[in-house]
């Protein structure tokens, strides 16, 4: 269960860093859909690596293979298996840290509950993991977007003390490397990232993700409230650290009567709740913002121990990116396609499809 | 499902707020712990209500009954089943509600969703179901603690714009109806919410916790993480819009170098993951901070609509707290202790019981 | 989630049989469907011990209270919690096998799980847990039949060498006190009952069910199959040691001519399928077979040990059933019916309401 | 959910019998433990096709790949991914049936359900998945031998009216095709299947499996049952009817002093119980048998409709078994592997590892 995501839909990944193969299994989709790889692939290129100066250099061509569970161009009902071979994984470069705690990373935790770890590349805890989530994320989108007319969008909102979405041009996001929906913050964020790379360190980013066109009452009440998966769902995402529903952190210093989304017949006037009330959507936009903390891969020299437990000094080498927050717009818009989708469907079997229900008004 | 919380240690909640009976079922819980209904109703009433001036006057005696599940004073492994009868449920405080949606509230999306609610007081959706957490999380905290040396601590961290733990003294947090550590801070805090009771608003809080003795290894990798469980935990109880692990929202403008935990012979030199690596233990203690927003039942008036869609104004009467942060920290608590007993016995299943795993290194 | 059952619609039960109360919660019922605690108390009823000469002489009102889930008489969508205490539950009766093991009971194994058990009535192994399914049947039948037409019906088969259903009256079943569908035999079983009664032994039982009127598409491939959920719901009953779809074992040396349900453009020209091809079912009846072992609590002496280990011989006093198949009958129709609905609402949620699907040829 | 088998321990099977290719997830699995794609093959070409003229002549090579989860020969506790791609498929044979619905399959259902199906040899509801359960089975089976000592056999007992397990060798079951432990009957056997061939029709089997050294306290109350387990878990195989553990339908007949098995210093006297009471094992042979229904795929004609209903004659063409039992057995034993070694892990979660519990004994 521990590699599974969702409750009516599931996901199943697979796969390490260098591993000879990533990839997943998604059960429960519904029939009918049409899909390709060539699909699936463009959504994987949006997060691949390789696309700037800005990110890992490590080049995966993401041939994504779709392997069951389409025939003819469309889902079947049965389980879509996606799998990517991994072709530009260079294990030597991870040889040095075998026997070493990388500060930061997984490693110390993988080797003290495992007794060992797949050390190449950081084996799964590896980023290289989230490659499914937005080919499984891809499918999710095209239900929602054909379907449901649901869709979902996400950008970069803040690098290091340097706020990016002050403007917020959607049609931007997609044309700038860094996800970025204020175009005339590119040209510095460029500049930022050239500094940080010279200076070895890294720096963590907030990403923002928006899902227009929910309908009204998906979730559950209690422990299978939509917040509460889509809050899952983000921490599950490497490196995450926070994540917020609406206005998140601010509602600690607001009044009620700020926060409170006020309701007109034209529909509420504010939306401080993010789009969900009591673990249910409100049909308003669900929104969702996400920590990522810096990358711990650092070619600046950090205190750690060995396997034994004596002192080492610890210098990462191989690819990786300074920022890994930039890479994860994708995967977050990912994980908030897969749990609307998720809950629709939830919706479904307890209630029948969305739309009108019989209202009852007490008398 | 949507009413379980857990993965091999599952509780189940039921009740409405002005229903006969609240209730949980706890399944898989170890055999021969000794538990009886007064410690578990110990636990409740540092949750309940009508403890202080500064949380609802509403009074249950929170008389839990065990039906199920402990024998001669100790668990048996079959589920455990706990009820508490509502008592003091007024009805018809919330008969003008009926056909009206109170703006931040569940009330239009249950209704929305299943065509029909319980009205009365909130039903599924009022703060009433956590007594049930806070009863549930009784026993795994015994547990954490006899058999494992687990101990987990909550306190307001804020309130409003009212920070409260600048200083922090553990032996305060229990001496004073806000959980606040800071024992001079009290004073301020019971002149805060006087002001603010006056005025008829709520105001949102910043409950953080933190459980110690943790041991190295808890959590899995990709989506039955540590963190991405105690996120889905939190984000389940009331009010919740945000949750941070370690560092949280502050990783985004850290240095990497500023980040990672370096680690010497003698163990981590900061706590910026807040216990978890990977999404499983790290060992150190794990750290959580969850945003509650202001309660939005105000007897100050809102624009709302009725089931018919047509707009009214609406005061909210009945018995509400000002903050529900307050009394959530119990709950946080809970959630944590259960988050990570799950954790524990997962553990167990895959790995065996903790402790030192043979070490491998490789050569 | 050991005392769980079902995917979307789930039910939680909990209790002893000699404790204060059994009850049980069920997660995901539609919301809007009538309901009523005498409803549930009539099905409860046919169920219910001291009915006749032939079953045990405990005598429970079965008092069913609705705790939560239902809201002027309608289902709200929240769990309902359902609770009867335990009224006619005499401890005393088994003070003395507190140390022994009974053979053919769970006595031996709970004590070994566990390291201890609640050795009152059979604690949690006793067949008052099933009052609970037979309650939470009550909803899932009414649901059924209310907006799908499906209609379940159980009998007896077999008790001990009496085959009972050679004719089948379908009105006869629930106007006799062993659910038999042939009135004729009904004399001689009486006869049977009281000679198996005077010789102090007991006998097996064989219990058939039907659901009619299944839409065809329920149930899935490979491990959520609707005949696999109906295996397991049926060997989860006290006594069961076979279950039986269709043709069952007599398939094995049946033809594959004479097995394979020919079709025509009237309909399957037979049933061997029991209802389900491939884990979906086919629109036919739904036929199930279970087996029940006969009662191991004889006042006939039989051979044990102690919990040291030591030789005695045991006699079980208390009231028990001398065949517990009778009073399976509603047992086996609820988890029919439970089954049933679970798959109903998985379909739903994947594949949207059953109904004609576009059918699609392929050219 | 529909697609993934057991509790903590769990495996995901996907893939079309004619599509690129099947594999499977395995997922909670021990770390630590060697294995290799060659023993996983070695499993699997007892359950291969083209062994024998009584099997199917589709010769799959079974080159199983495993792509995570195993680290320089050892499980790492991370999800282990197993791929064949299917090399011997040939769709064209199948090109007939893709708009008939032959009897006794999976297609009147699927193309029910889903509104399309992939027709390619059965697509998911082939035998062809099952290979993926034997894979996933070789690893229980490995580590239930290395480090629980548990063994798993099976056997066919019956083929059409042959009953073949009247001698029980168990070395001989390896020895013919037909895994007949009483090598005496294989000539007979032969002869019975050549004319089963030329008849065009086929026959049902009856698979029986038994593992010992299971420990006692495997196993849950109510819904976890292992005999709950095991019989989803063998009605999950493609064309089974019936399940039985221990005395199974012939507990129907019998006596309870005679069914009851009765316990001395020595241990059970009998084992009517196949193994479990009360869902638990009482740590003797845990027994289990299986019905299979003949293969529906004949080249004798049959009635039936087109998916426009139309009436129709279908003759099956294709390489088909005459007996899908006598492939069975390796499916039965992974089966009862899989489960055995999930209710291990679970039990390990609950209750600590296996092994004396200390006695609590009653005053």
């Known amino acids: 269960m521990s590699n599974s995501f969702g409750r009516v839909l599931t996901v199943t990944t697979f796969g390490e860093s260098h591993g000879p193969a990533i990839g997943c299994v998604i059960d429960g ?213 926070g994540v917020e529903i609406g206005a998140g952190f601010a509602s600690v210093s607001q009044k009620g009567t700020e926060h409170r989304d006020e309701i007109t017949p034209a529909g509420f006037e504010s939306n401080h709740a993010g789009g969900v009330l009591g673990g249910i959507s409100t049909g308003q936009p669900v929104d969702v913002a996400v920590a990522f903390k810096p990358t711990s891969s650092l070619r600046l020299p950090g205190r750690t121990v060995d396997v034994r437990g004596e002192p080492v000094e610890i210098i990462t080498t191989g690819r990786h990116d300074p920022c890994v927050g930039i890479r994860a717009v994708p995967i977050v818009e990912a994980m908030l396609a897969l749990t609307i989708l998720d809950h629709y469907l939830l919706h479904r079997a307890q209630c029948g499809d969305v739309g009108p229900q019989e209202p009852r008004i007490p008398t």
Chains 1, 2, 3, 4 share one sequence.
């Open 29 to 241: 989709f519904p029939p009918g859909i049409e899909i390709s790889a060539e699909e699936i692939r463009s959504e994987l290129m949006r997060r691949a690596t390789g696309q700037s100066r800005h990110t890992s250099q490590r080049r995966e061509q993401e041939d994504v293979q779709i392997l069951s569970g389409v025939f003819e161009g469309r889902t079947t009902g049965t389980p879509i298996a996606l799998l990517i071979y991994n072709t530009d994984a260079r294990s030597k470069d991870y040889s040095r840290i075998a026997a070493q705690f990388r500060p930061g990373h997984a490693d110390y935790t993988y080797h003290h509950k495992y007794g060992l770890r797949d050390y190449r590349g950081g084996g799964r805890s590896s980023a290289r993991e989230t490659a499914m989530r937005v080919a499984a994320g891809a499918l999710a989108r095209k239900y929602l977007k054909d379907r449901l007319g649901v869709e979902v969008v996400g950008w970069l909102a803040q690098i290091g003390d340097q706020v990016c979405d002050e403007r917020f041009d959607p049609a931007a996001i997609d044309s700038n490397p860094f996800f970025c929906p204020d175009p005339e913050r590119v040209p510095e964020l460029e500049d930022f990232m050239k500094r940080l790379w010279k200076s070895g360190d890294s720096v963590g980013a907030l990403v923002k993700a928006r899902a227009t066109g929910v309908p009204v009452g998906l979730g559950a009440p209690v422990y299978a409230k939509l917040d509460g998966d889509l809050a899952a769902a983000m921490m599950s995402i490497n490196a995450v650290k």
